[in-house]
């Protein structure tokens, strides 16, 4: 089993950063792929960033392309995203996830998620 915590969400005007934290408790943290995802009211969950087990690949879907930025410190067992240009639309409760075998943007594949962390943009 894998715990994952996250940290870091707010309310932030459009166009401010935020970065959020989630912290796994693993001794095996460098064998997971780790991922951030978000649910805005109403409306499913979909992967906004991914990361790869060995931190050299990532992914990000168009809509936070270039304004989002995942990364992974393996020795303090955290993943983070980092969001600039934050835009109302990114209004949404965001989660960290955990999967041994899967690295990509198909939420339902991740098996670990966090409680999730509200992340609030206004206009």
């Known amino acids: 089993q894998v715990q994952l915590v996250e940290s870091g969400g707010g309310l932030v005007q459009a166009g401010g950063s935020l970065r959020l934290s989630c912290t796994a408790s693993?001794?095996?943290?460098?064998?997971?792929?780790m991922a951030w995802s978000r649910q805005a009211p109403g409306k499913g969950r979909v992967i906004v960033a991914a990361?790869?087990?060995?931190?050299?690949?990532?992914y990000y879907p168009d809509s936070v392309q270039g304004r989002f930025t995942i990364s992974r410190d393996d020795a303090k067992n955290t993943v983070s995203l980092q969001m600039d240009s934050l835009k109302p639309e990114d209004t949404a409760v965001y989660y960290c996830?955990?999967?041994?075998?899967?690295?990509?943007?198909?939420?339902?594949?991740?098996?670990?998620w966090g409680q999730g962390t509200q992340v609030t943009v206004s206009s």
């Open positions: 996830a955990a999967d041994a075998a899967y690295f990509g943007p198909r939420e339902y594949e991740y098996e670990y």
């Open positions: 990361i790869n087990w060995s931190g050299a690949t990532t």
């Open positions: 693993t001794r095996t943290f460098n064998n997971y792929a």
